[in-house]
């Protein structure tokens, strides 16, 4: 009898404890992240071929307080390695952990190389040489703090490579946690099996392998224990073909059935091939189809449902996730009464969405990252979910209800105004801090950063009910909606870029035409609250020359050009935006040398232009700390010094539109009467409909000579 640690996942340990006393295996003593235990030649052969839970088995031969690289070498020095194994040999050393002197994994293994490579040289045989890629074995090591074991790994690769997976799915479960997953779900051999997502197969391949006793290790090609000097052959051929026996006429007495469902054909061939690999693809039915829109497949009444729905790597990258798990819940519970569900997912907040109370909770980690296993009982009630003398149980009602309400009277009004563009709904209701504009048949959600004393969880269950609503109440499809985190922006950041995508959307504004961007940056190409100011600027730019400063995308200069503008100068500091003003004058058909755009630093090109326009529209931001900037700017410090160099560009008759969005701004009128300028007020002039309800946040004036 040897000492063996079997490594398992943080979690699993007591599972894996009642799965060794099944394979024959005496007083197994649970440790953080394994099970250590003795076991004979023909125990540990059994259970590396049977065990569905470990992810290896190490033979120990040694343990020991380890405090620096010296206790390390000597330890290892220690071990007899020509006893275990042939010079001939390769080998490599995992070593896993750190403490105080001993910081690097890397020279870890080092250490413990060098002290096996001298133990055959001080015996004057043959060193063995090293093979990362193509090593007959694999020593390994675990550092904690001061104490260390050291071992030779038993299996060689993870016992989660059964064989039967060369190709997954995108985001693949390993066949361990699979299996661990499937335990704790309360399914037995006797019931029905469904994974209604189940991508390349994995969990209903190893339920139906479960049922059939087949062994998970039976398609292996490569054990370590092979390359050791005590390598039993015999028996292990014994061991083996004993399990391939049991699995061939196991398939053949497995009376459950299971269901495999996936939306994606290319991926659920892949699952077929996986399970043909297994042996076990004549018991799984595997059929396209939408777990948005599941049905309960023909012979399935009653059983298990266990899936591990997509969760992102961020909640607000994929609204649809949330729409998925929403209306996979009402599938549940439609189709499936008196089953039990078990869902494994990273994200608390999509199983809310489910809606449904969960019996039992299990924590896991897939690799590193922590996920719920939630186990369901579903109502057998079914009559009760589908009367339709009911009224549907709204999402988050107060939300919903205002959401209502504003959609009815902002809709009507977006309509007459022949506007594609809009907002809906802007942090009415505290709890609820979110903006949601339409663009389009899309929806563009804004999740303000909540404040300090409102726990992230409950900021994260509110993000979601609010997605969930929005959805359920503008009936927008799930995969156009884009979510957003608005926070207060400095500087540089708020042209930050936060994708890839590049899908550019055409979309109409009081008879002008604008290229918006949903996904890319933070703002999308226009300020909605801006619509009439940007009309007006239209209405008054017939026949004049007209500059536009910190232009964006120019949405202003095109007002402008298409109001019959004699000319245009559009100055901003990113060409990004720049090029972006270009297109969008291009796609009004406004192209020529009478339009210029200017990359610069607007408050410098500002001090040195010398030439002047009839009509000149400013928005520049509240605050700028840009690096392209010869110096910070503050709106409310600094606005007379711009007016000042704004004037010497203004023709005597010529107006300036002056623009800002912070929130109560005061005109320095005494400083601007000094400076020869009247100002007129016309903000609530220019504030549209659907940002009325928040006055602050727009300013807007007319500035003119004064002539008295």
């Not at 042996?279 to 049905?295: C, N, P």
């Not at 579903?378 to 309400?405: G, H, M």
């Not at 936060?498 to 009081?510: A, D, K, T």
């Amino acid at each position: 009898m040897q000492q063996y640690l079997a490594v398992t996942s943080n979690g699993l340990e007591n599972l894996l404890v009642e799965e060794l006393i099944k394979l024959g295996i005496q007083n197994p003593k649970p440790v953080q992240a394994g099970v250590k235990f003795k076991a004979s030649t023909e125990q540990i052969y059994r259970c590396c071929l049977w065990s569905r839970l470990a992810s290896r088995f190490v033979r120990v031969l040694s343990e020991f307080t380890c405090n620096d690289d010296m206790d390390l070498y000597l330890s290892a020095t220690a071990v007899n390695w020509v006893n275990h194994f042939h010079s001939s040999k390769k080998f490599v050393v995992d070593f896993n952990g750190t403490n105080r002197e001993i910081r690097n994994s890397q020279y870890g293994a080092m250490k413990v190389k060098d002290a096996i490579v001298d133990c055959f040289t001080k015996k004057s045989l043959p060193r063995p040489s090293i093979s990362k890629d193509h090593a007959d074995l694999r020593v390994h090591v675990r550092l904690h703090r001061d104490k260390a074991i050291l071992g030779i790994d038993m299996v060689g690769g993870g016992l989660h490579q059964r064989g039967y997976r060369p190709e997954s799915g995108r985001a693949p479960l390993r066949e361990t946690l699979a299996a661990a997953i499937i335990l704790r779900s309360g399914w037995d051999a006797s019931t029905p099996f469904l994974d209604p997502m189940c991508g390349s197969g994995t969990l209903v391949i190893e339920a139906a392998m479960m049922a059939a006793n087949v062994a998970p290790g039976i398609k292996r090609q490569k054990w370590g224990f092979e390359a050791l000097e005590d390598f039993e052959p015999e028996l292990w051929a014994e061991v083996k073909s004993e399990a391939a026996v049991q699995g061939r006429r196991g398939v053949n007495k497995v009376d459950c059935k299971f269901f495999g469902v996936d939306n994606d054909p290319r991926v659920l061939q892949t699952a077929r091939d996986n399970a043909r690999r297994a042996g076990v693809d004549s018991l799984i039915e595997f059929e396209l189809g939408d777990a948005a829109e599941l049905k309960r497949p023909k012979g399935f009444e009653t059983g298990v449902i266990v899936s591990n729905p997509p969760y992102g790597e961020r909640l607000g990258t994929h609204p649809g996730l949330i729409a998925l798990y929403t209306a996979f819940g009402a599938q549940l519970k439609l189709e499936f009464p008196g089953s039990t569900a078990s869902i494994f997912s990273a994200s608390d907040e999509l199983l809310s969405c489910i809606r449904m109370r969960a019996e039992k909770t299990f924590k896991l980690n897939n690799g590193a990252l922590p996920c719920n296993q939630k186990n369901y009982s579903i109502s057998a009630k079914r009559a009760d979910f589908v009367d339709n003398n009911k009224e549907p149980t709204l999402i988050a009602p107060d939300f919903s209800n205002r959401l209502k309400k504003n959609i009815g009277k902002i809709g009507k009004w977006a309509r007459k105004e022949k506007l594609e563009c809009y907002r809906i709904y802007d942090a009415d209701l505290p709890e609820y801090n979110v903006a949601i504009d339409i663009y389009l048949d899309q929806l563009v959600i804004q999740e303000y950063a909540a404040p300090k004393d409102v726990p992230e969880e409950t900021a994260k269950r509110r993000l979601t009910d609010v997605i969930r609503a929005a959805i359920d109440v503008t009936g927008t499809e799930a995969n156009k909606v884009v979510l957003k985190v608005r926070e207060k922006q400095k500087g540089r950041s708020q042209y930050q870029k936060l994708g890839q995508q590049s899908e550019r959307l055409e979309v109409h504004e009081y008879g002008v035409k604008l290229i918006v961007n949903l996904h890319d940056y933070l703002d999308t190409g226009l300020f909605l609250d801006h619509k009439i100011t940007r009309r007006k600027l239209g209405e008054m730019a017939a026949g004049k020359d007209f500059l536009n400063l910190f232009a964006y995308t120019g949405s202003a200069t095109v007002h402008a050009a298409c109001g019959g503008a004699k000319s245009t100068t559009t100055v901003d500091m990113s060409n990004t935006y720049l090029e972006w003003a270009k297109d969008n004058m291009t796609l009004n058909g406004k192209v020529g040398s009478q339009h210029k755009f200017e990359q610069a630093d607007c408050l410098k090109w500002l001090s040195m232009s010398d030439k002047q326009y009839d009509l000149i529209f400013i928005d520049p931001p509240t605050f700028s700390n840009s690096k392209r900037m010869a110096q910070s700017f503050d709106i409310q410090r600094d606005h007379i010094q711009l007016m000042t160099d704004l004037k010497r560009l203004l023709r005597e008759e010529g107006t300036i539109v002056f623009s800002n969005n912070k929130r109560h701004f005061k005109m320095d009128l005494e400083a601007l009467k000094e400076l020869g300028l009247k100002a007129t007020n016309i903000s609530s002039k220019t504030l549209p409909l659907d940002f009325s309800r928040n006055k602050h946040i727009h300013n807007c004036w007319l500035l003119t000579h004064d002539s008295e």
